[in-house]
């Protein structure tokens, strides 16, 4: 069986899927159009240029054309996983659509965040989503994100740290990690919070924060952290933080990660409580002032997930589900 997966992969998750799928024995290929750019200062002028007046963006292009090139030389495939869907012109789908047998996707956002046309989703013989507005508005099936990271047992780390959060900069999820931030300090738990952003945050960031001991930490960057350094980071604390973005309806990654790595997690994402992993020993669903977090939470031993449980949500089921290989 040919399969092939096509997406920009920003963070690194999509090449985990292409990878399981080797390892059965599919012959899989991934076009990450995220690679392609523009090679010189020329090519970026021309583009900027292209974009004020003509309202034409060069490098989409470039890239779209990418797309179909590579398939022409790849061959005619049993199935196509596309993702980012938003990002394709309908032509571009519709010429994808002729190269494979079943056309698919999987929407890592919500409409609500990102929205794609109804022609394009019309397109798709399977419309995946995490979703759960989505899910019920549209009638795409529901899908989780996956475990992609080895499972390692909580026995074998020695955290220094009590929580660990990286997020990008959002306004919600900023004012609520102030809240936060003040509730820790006085409970005398570790802490390690990144925000990553623009230089021109980084000044209004700090005017949001209280003064953090020196032993704790709240980090402002603009350089993203690379995908693959995430564990070790991770490994260094007992729990780990996820807050939700406006309008996300569904699970985002960190709750897989944590899971994978046997950690705690911290939420404001009360859906998380309709899921057969939810254990209130393993899992904190915040009120709105934080009140409900306490240093037992901490203290109290990580409890295994059951085994069948744990697999369903593992990337070597999630493959077999969407690409129907069970």
């Known amino acids: ?25 599919i012959d899989a290929h991934h076009i990450k159009i995220g690679n392609v750019t523009h090679s010189n200062f020329k090519e970026r002028a021309t583009n900027a240029i292209s974009k004020v007046f003509l309202n034409k963006n060069l490098k989409t292009e470039k890239r779209q054309q990418f797309v179909i090139d590579s398939l022409v030389e790849l ?25 494979s047998e079943r056309l698919i996707t999987y929407l890592y956002d919500s409409l609500e965040r990102l929205p794609v046309e109804n022609e394009k989703l019309a397109l798709f013989d399977k419309v995946f989503s995490f979703d ?11 899908l989780t994100n996956y475990i992609y990271l080895d499972h390692l047992s909580c026995e074998k780390q020695d955290p220094e740290m ?62 993203k952290v690379s995908h693959k350094d995430l564990p070790n980071y991770y490994k260094n604390s007992k729990a780990l933080l996820d807050l939700t973005r406006e309008n996300q309806h569904g699970l985002s990654f960190r709750v897989f990660e944590a899971m994978a790595l046997e950690k705690k997690i911290i939420t404001d994402n009360k859906a998380i409580q309709d899921y057969d992993f939810y254990n209130p020993n393993n899992i904190l669903v915040l009120d709105e002032t934080c009140s409900n977090l306490t240093e037992a939470f901490f203290n109290q031993p990580y409890e295994n997930i059951p085994d069948e449980i744990y697999y369903y949500y593992t990337l070597d089921n999630w493959v077999d589900r969407v690409f129907k290989l069970a």
């Not at 069986?1 to 999509?14: A, L, N």
């Not at 005619?76 to 789908?93: K, R």
């Not at 759960?132 to 529901?142: A, M, P, R, S, V």
């Not at 809240?179 to 960031?205: D, E, R, T, V």
Request: charged share 25%.
């Open 1 to 25: 069986m040919k399969i092939c997966v096509i997406s920009y992969d920003f963070w690194g998750y999509d090449k985990h899927i292409v990878d399981t799928l080797c390892k059965k024995g």
């Open 75 to 99: 061959g005619h495939q049993d199935q196509i996983l596309v993702l980012n869907p938003d990002t394709f012109d309908i032509s571009t789908l519709e010429e994808i659509k002729t190269h």
């Open 132 to 142: 759960i507005i989505d899910i019920k508005k549209h009638g795409f099936e529901k």
């Open 162 to 223: 009590d929580l660990f959060y990286i997020t990008s900069y959002d306004n919600k999820r900023v004012s609520y990690i102030k809240l936060l931030a003040k509730k820790l300090i006085s409970l005398n738990l570790k802490f390690q919070i990144m925000i990553i952003g623009k230089k021109s945050w980084k000044n209004q960031l700090k005017n949001l924060f209280i003064t953090v001991p020196e032993n704790l930490s709240i980090i402002f960057g603009i350089k």
